[in-house]
């Protein structure tokens, strides 16, 4: 059985096999050396404690766990606020019109302005599932059970929610937003900026990155059109977080292009529609599968179970289940549909 | 002879002919009679002073007294950029810096600039093809900063120049094709005439206002920033014998260079030599080379007019002159003239002419610079 845990140190070494496999193909905001992911995986404990300030921003790492032999499958992330107390960049890709009344001429002309309006939004980040998982059940759990730790906690989290989508990268890894724009101010390939603005502090990207706005018609024609496209590797999460409500607006990611999506965190699809249950054993493994999301903090565990309705606002799910849930009859749970 | 004196309205069909036989390339000339015929009229209020002293156009024609024929023309616009704006580039570096990552990356960047606003700006300036070499050009260009010293106070201290960018035999400006035309649907050839037409500002209202990266532009492009068309290299190369320098302004549709200087320090101010005219009877001989003759001006503000003479009529307090000359200078004995080399030799002749009686310095408020000069000999 698969289920969603916070991430703990014990994760170290799994994660970072998966890190291995992937990095080559679909760069994700994962750190992916041992030191920083340790980091990340300090800090998941430090925002799950109770004495957390706050006022200060918490940062989630959450696994995918098989519970029967211990395989980590995936990881998910998410942060209180973007930027993490820093500036969180993107472009913004607004409009102009250069008008000339006596030559009776009018020209819209697209800019893309450096823009910190993300900042201190919550950011969905992170998401990576093993090649295998992908087209099963497992990576819908990954992907939504994060929504449902929104919706178990939600003061920690911002009125808005965002999510950046991995954006056009060739298969010889050539990225043309990238070698298009931030190639000249970064003096660097696309795979050490996006390290480095996955490890290091953001700084480096207010340093090197082109203060004034762009004009789009300056950039490539293959750039233009990577603008708010996203990699085809991340179609089907796409997909997933538009059915949740997110939609893209006009930010952009500053690196590669791929398109910011928003969604107002009150209209997320799941967390408008879960449901706070009680729960109870059943001994068939009967009924619809669900996400079932309980527990608190470092203790949020969510799986899929088939469950069972009854009239007084209590559900049955196999009993087995209660392990993976670490709780058992009479407590609360959080359901909602696959 | 060949003299300078203010444009007039009669001088419209040598003018136009002269600006159509130009062709392409020639903004501030386009041959567009009622244009001429505008301009024509702004200089003529500009010399008898009825117009604003920053509204002021001053344009010269270089006329052939034998034919009584306007052959060349110059000019200097008093203030650019008072009735509309003026527009620039200026090519400056951003530089983008990380310690923590030992990058440091110099990015040219072009900035849009009205800096040129109020500044006196020497343009137009347009040969007939039968009449170049023998140092007419020469004869020309300098006349004009004769004028600019005598009456300074019309004129800004800075006096730049725009010279014509890269573009091809059609008309094709790289700069315009990478940059330009990304903004206006128009080619080089037709928005450079509009700019002519006085139309510059409104074009410029469609281009971009945020500064551009360079490294954002095709190779093409970014080599012609600053750099001159071929036919313009001998200007160029004029200006700078004067002391005029690349100031790293560039235009905004060619990327032609603006050159600038000092009004005081321009080889032609700085080597002027005042005098007072003496009408001769023998006669002169004039057809002397370039190198040989020296531009000799009648300080005239209304009625400016300059022609050539040899060198050696340089005497210590006078200049001699036939009949014939103070007659195209509409001077007489004993009116004070303004003498200054024509070619980049000429100065070394002159030098011989001078003597020591600095009479004429004493009534010209520009003597100083001159007699600096002799301090330090």
Redesign the interface.
Known sequence: MWRVRPAKLDDLKPILRIVGAQAARLSSTLPKTEENLTRAIEQTQASLSPTHNNRKPRRFLFVLENTDTGEIGGTAGIDSRAGNGQPFYNYRRDYLIHASHELSVSRRVEVLYPSHALTDLSLLRSFTIKDELRKTSAFELLARARILFIASHRDWFSSHTVVEIQGIQHPDGRVPFWDSLGRHFFNMDFESADQYSGQLSKTFIAELMPPNPIYVTLLSDEAQQAMGQGHPLAEPSQQLLRQEGFHPGCFLDIFDGGPVLEVRTDSLKTLVTCQLKTLHGSHHDQGDQCLIAAGEGDQFRCLLAPVSETLSGDVKVPVNTWHGLEKTAGDQVRISPL | MLVIRPLRETDLDDLYAMAAAAGKGLTTLPADRELLQAKIRRAEESFSQRCAPEAGLYLFALEDTELNKAVGISGIEARVGLQEVFYNYRLSV?V???K??G?H?R?PTLHLSNDMTDTTEICSLLLANDYKGGGNGLLLSRCRFMYLDDFRKHFSEKVFAEMRGVSDEQGHSPLWDA?GS????MDFSQADR?SGLG?KA??A????K????L???PDAARAVIGRVHDNTRPALSMLQAEGFNFNGLVDIFDGGPVVEAFAHNIRTVRESLSRYAMVVNKPINTSVAPEQRVMISNRSFRDFRVTTVPVDCIGPDTVSISREVAEALLIESGDPVRLAPLKDGGLSAMHGARGQGAAGDKSSPRGHSYRNRQGQR
């Open positions: 951003t983008n810096a990380s923590e990552l990058v990356v990015t940059l990304k903004f206006f649907d509009l139309n409104f074009i209202e469609l281009m971009p945020y500064p551009i990266y490294p954002m532009l």
